[in-house]
């Protein structure tokens, strides 16, 4: 069982960065590839990013990429996303997700093991 908890999101203006973090409880975090998630009102939620559980392993989505940077700490059993760059589309929230399939969380398959309540992240023009 893991539980998955949020935090680091807020208001920014264009242009700005921000970094959120997503803890999680259980001795097996390593184990577990991470990844996150966004969804804006009216919209499906959409992968952002994942890293496997070396962290040696980490893909993007397109729009993301080259501003955003996956990383993780395993002795915190921790993973952050750092957000630089930030964009009024990139307002939405962020959900942290884990399982032990790296695959499934890159290629947004249903049936990821467990997820985050969220954190809302909103960007200003």
């Known amino acids: 069982q893991v539980q998955l908890v949020e935090s680091g999101g807020g208001l920014v203006q264009a242009g700005g960065s921000l970094r959120l973090s997503c803890a999680a409880s259980g001795r097996t975090f390593r184990s577990y590839a991470m990844g996150w998630f966004r969804q804006a009102p009216g919209k499906e939620r959409a992968f952002v990013a994942s890293?496997?559980?070396?962290?040696?392993?980490?893909h993007y989505a397109d729009s993301v990429k080259g501003r955003f940077t996956i990383f993780r700490d395993n002795a915190k059993n921790t993973v952050y996303l750092q957000m630089n760059s930030l964009k009024p589309e990139d307002t939405a929230g962020y959900y942290c997700?884990?399982?032990?399939?790296?695959?499934?969380?890159?290629?947004?398959?249903?049936?990821?093991?467990?997820w985050g309540q969220g954190t809302q992240v909103t960007v200003s023009s």
């Open positions: 997700a884990a399982d032990l399939s790296l695959e499934r969380i890159r290629l947004s398959s249903m049936g990821i093991g467990y």
């Open positions: 890293i496997g559980w070396t962290g040696g392993t980490t």
